[in-house]
């Protein structure tokens, strides 16, 4: 019979969804092969009494169907016709979805009692579904909903691209209360979450199953079109400039021209024509071409700058739909010290493979807010923005967005790939993001703070496959009340406290999985302490809420330390046994195959290490999978941390 169970199971693999996250939601079974034990959540017999924790033994599937549009979104048993109807199953790391079984051989083994009738403010009303601001290869999702006072709906993903038959599985959608942060700031009740690693230019089909168990189940399908790479447009007319023409040419201009540069030095200038889709207005340099001082582009439209020298800095402000790639860009102290930059609202822009430079040099006067520093490297506000493939060192905050008052609509924003250093604030200001910023594969080395998130809106934030090397105070900075931040696959090596958070208040909704920090013996340095090793200290961790396990954790100091809020711990075992790091693992410098120094004195300058896994580190398959994140690993699991074992290195800077 196990023979047959498992013929059945490869029999699934055209309905594969992909790599399940143990964790189950309710509408999702698990079945074992080697009991024949087929665990259920929830059950609901025919329209009536629903009961939890049902445990059977298949003796025989029946016949099966997998995608079968007759199963809806709860785990049912109809007794006309002996059909059960499972939304999704998962039988060891692979997750099938909408499976029905007629007439199969079903033996009781437990139950786990009935389940009160659902009181009608706990069920799910659902609300409008949205896709707002798709980018080159990500998508935000939103669906809005009502109910659910006792917050057990959850919301599973599934996508493709539109034609394709394959359906592909995405992170389930998280949960935004509509609460109340320590400083005052509300957000509206929703699911949000995105889809990553989607091919520009590119029509998905997205499915979103909403389960409450208390009604409301639902499933419902949209659409979205990822953006095109910006691009010249065919056959444009180039039409030459020198310095002395400019300001005509660029009058003259019509959508589609290319204006290009000659050699010789340029005065600062504006563009004050737009471009249209497709046909943008292109500024683009040749060799020996050199501006001294601000372009500036002013609610103008589809206008890209490409392949310019440029001693000063870019402003597009209020400008939708701007790009700029492959140019040089050093900051000047005049202009501010800033790089290319929109201090308002603007739309959709693409910054990709510069090189910005500013005039921050490194030292511990230099670091901190209050340090002798200027200049933002990359700023934007504003939705839809891609900032991807940029080498940027040299300013207070390399990348970043707007705070307070002037963070206008700061959602569904890339940050890809950067390669960043001597950041004498922030590496990454994602501050204010009010959903579905996406912070990946970034490498960030001598910075002050690594990343921050001061603070997350609500959430999602994602940081995901950031490496981080001598943060010289913290590596990720969740402060001014941040709630909904999401750490996936990071890797951290600092000296100090390794995930060290000193809010002063709520960190909130935390969720992490398959990080690798490492720290140290720490320090004091602009006046902010780095901490005295310890491999977690969040104080101000709202324990209920955060979610965190499956993550790998070592010091330098010889010791394993930590506070998860009020509570402390002095081993691995005892973070196991106190928080929710159940699956935790404890790692050293040993565990990197290139041998790496250990950055104990963070004011040095030091080269870029290789921070990928040796064989044998426990970080080695120590992950949990993680849908859309994390599938095509290795081992028998994704390993911590940022690199996969014996992948290469992703591309970070220009290309």
């Known amino acids: 019979m196990h023979h047959l169970l498992r013929r059945f199971a490869a029999s699934l693999l055209a309905g594969l969804l992909g790599a399940a ?11 074992e092969p080697a009991t024949s034990t087929l665990r259920l959540p929830t059950l609901q017999l025919d329209a009536g009494d629903r009961y939890r924790d049902v445990v059977v033994r298949l003796l025989d599937p029946g016949q099966l169907r997998v995608d079968d549009p007759s199963v809806g979104a709860e785990l049912q048993y109809l007794t006309t016709g002996s059909v059960l109807r499972l939304p999704q199953v998962v039988i060891g790391t692979a997750t099938y979805p909408k499976v029905s079984l007629t007439r199969p051989g079903l033996e009781l083994l437990s139950v786990g009692g009935l389940l009160p009738p659902p009181s009608a403010a706990d069920a799910s009303v659902p609300g409008a579904v949205s896709t707002p601001f798709p980018t080159l290869e990500n998508i935000s999702v939103e669906w809005a909903f009502t109910g659910d006072a006792n917050r057990n709906a959850v919301v599973g993903v599934r996508y493709r691209v539109q034609g394709s038959s394959a359906w592909l599985a995405g992170m389930p959608l998280r949960r935004i209360h509509n609460e109340t942060s320590d400083q005052g700031r509300t957000w509206p009740l929703r699911h949000s979450g995105s889809l ?31 953006r095109s790479v910006p691009m010249p447009a065919p056959g ?8 002395a023409t400019l300001a005509a040419v660029l009058a003259a201009a019509n959508a589609g021209d290319i204006v290009e540069l000659g050699a010789g030095r340029y005065s600062s200038f504006s563009v004050g024509r737009s471009g249209a889709p497709g046909r943008p207005l292109v500024i683009r340099g040749t060799p020996g071409a050199v501006v001294e001082g601000e372009i500036s582009v002013f609610n103008q439209r589809h206008v890209m700058l490409t392949e310019l020298a440029l001693n000063g800095r870019v402003r597009f402000n209020g400008t939708n739909d701007f790009s700029m790639t492959r140019s040089t860009v050093n900051a000047t102290a005049a202009l501010g010290g800033h790089g290319i930059i929109t201090f308002t609202r603007a739309e959709n822009a693409y910054i990709a493979d510069n090189t910005v430079t500013g005039t921050v040099v490194w030292s511990e006067a230099a670091l901190g807010v209050s340090g002798g520093n200027a200049g933002e490297g990359i700023l934007v506000t504003g939705p839809g923005h891609v900032i991807a493939h940029n080498r940027v060192a040299r300013f207070r905050d390399n990348i970043s967005l707007l705070e307070d008052g002037e963070a206008v609509d700061q959602y569904s924003i890339d940050i890809l790939n950067n390669d960043l250093s001597e950041a004498a604030d922030d590496g990454v200001e994602a501050d204010f993001c009010m959903h579905n910023c996406r ?18 809106l609500g959430g999602p934030t994602y940081f995901v496959r950031n490496v981080v090397y001598n943060a010289v105070h913290v590596a990720f900075k969740l402060y001014r009340s941040s709630y909904g931040d999401v750490l996936l696959h990071n890797t951290v090596v600092k000296n100090g406290d390794a995930l060290g958070i000193y809010a002063g208040a709520t960190v909130g909704r935390l969720y992490a999985r398959n990080n690798l920090f490492i720290g140290g013996p720490g320090g004091t340095y602009g006046g902010y302490s780095s901490g005295t090793g310890r491999v977690l200290s969040i104080a101000d961790l709202d324990v209920n ?14 010791s394993f330390t930590g506070r998860w809020g009020a509570t402390s711990f002095a081993s691995l075992t005892e973070l196991r046994a106190r928080t929710t790091e159940r699956a935790a693992v404890q790692v050293g410098m040993d565990s990197f195959a290139a041998a790496p120094v250990f950055p104990g ?36 699991a994704p390993d911590a941390g940022a690199y996969e074992q014996g992948q290469a290195l992703p591309v970070y800077g220009p290309r």
Request: hydrophobic share 35%; aromatic share 6%; net charge negative.
């Open 545 to 558: 809420s955060a979610d965190l396990d499956y993550d790998a954790y070592g010091s330098n100091a010889g």
């Open 601 to 636: 004195a963070p004011l040095t300058l030091y080269n870029v290490p290789d921070l990928r896994l040796q064989p044998g580190s426990p970080a080695v398959d120590a992950g949990q999978r993680i849908p859309n994140i994390n599938q095509g690993h290795q081992g028998s």
């Open 236 to 243: 444009a007319v180039v039409k030459p400039a020198t310095p």
């Open 439 to 456: 912070i990946l594969r970034n490498r960030l080395t001598n910075v002050f703070i690594a990343l921050s998130s001061q603070p997350g």
């Open 21 to 31: 996250a143990p964790a189950m939601a309710a509408d999702t079974a698990s079945f």
């Open 196 to 226: 990553f690693d989607l091919a520009p230019g590119t029509s998905y089909e997205i499915e979103l199953t909403l389960t409450d168990p208390d009604g409301g189940s639902t499933v419902r399908t949209t659409t979205a079109t990822t």
